[in-house]
T-cell receptor, first 111, second 112 residues
Framework: GQQVMQIPQYQHVQEGEDFTTYCNSSTTLSNIQWYKQRPGGHPVFLIQLVKSGEVKKQKRLTFQFGEAKKNSSLHITATQTTDVGTYFCAGVSYNTDKLIFGTGTRLQVFP | SAVISQKPSRDICQRGTSLTIQCQVDSQVTMMFWYRQQPGQSLTLIATANQGSEATYESGFVIDKFPISRPNLTFSTLTVSNMSPEDSSIYLC?????????FGSGTRLTVV
């Protein structure tokens, strides 16, 4: 079945450093979504990418969808302590409406 | 975006018993999804619930263990049956209103 992997599993950074998480799907995706889950919270939708090679920005966050629509990345510039949480990518394949979550990257930011 | 009310928010249950989780959406949606998140893990899709038809279960999940009801376009329930400690997880429902998935706040289940 469809698998979505993310690396790294954990990332500890000093406040002000940049952070990137990478997402890879075993199948081609119709779209990819990114979610943030704070400790003790539920996943919160951040963004959806649909087009091959698409790049979207939200303030310090940059999201990219690969040309083959099988991989994606999230880059955070100058991290802040409020960025702490687990970031999940989640993909929807062409033949189903099911959203399959990646393994997640837990980000810890030290002040 | 849609607003989902999920309850209970948490529960501690005895092994062998069952718990029913409810999700109420403030708008009509075709599909509702049920996920499980085991401690420190990602979200795993349990099943897709469509109104008026049987739920579709993912590999590793069966209807006898996780019966689902979907009586109308705004409501669904998931029952965790004959619970064991391995069922201790967070259970979340979600919908796709228009753009991105919206999740309920989750039910934190502990089986003792």
């Amino acid at each position: 079945g469809q698998q979505v992997m993310q690396i790294p599993q954990y990332q500890h950074v000093q406040e002000g450093e940049d952070f990137t998480t990478y997402c890879n799907s075993s199948t081609t995706l119709s779209n990819i979504q990114w979610y943030k889950q704070r400790p003790g919270g539920h996943p919160v939708f951040l963004i959806q990418l649909v087009k091959s090679g698409e790049v979207k920005k939200q303030k310090r966050l940059t999201f990219q969808f690969g040309e083959a629509k099988k991989n994606s990345s999230l880059h955070i510039t100058a991290t802040q302590t409020t960025d702490v949480g687990t970031y999940f990518c989640a993909g929807v394949s062409y033949n189903t409406d099911k959203l399959i979550f990646g393994t997640g990257t837990r980000l810890q930011v030290f002040p | 975006s849609a607003v989902i009310s999920q309850k209970p928010s948490r529960d501690i249950c005895q092994r062998g018993t069952s718990l029913t989780i409810q999700c109420q959406v403030d708008s009509q949606v075709t599909m509702m999804f049920w996920y499980r998140q085991q401690p420190g893990q990602s979200l795993t899709l349990i099943a897709t619930a469509n109104q008026g038809s049987e739920a579709t279960y993912e590999s590793g999940f069966v209807i006898d263990k996780f019966p689902i009801s979907r009586p109308n376009l705004t409501f669904s329930t998931l029952t965790v049956s004959n619970m064991s400690p391995e069922d201790s997880s967070i259970y979340l429902c979600s919908v796709v209103p228009l753009y991105g998935y919206t999740f309920g706040s989750g039910t934190r289940l502990t089986v003792v």
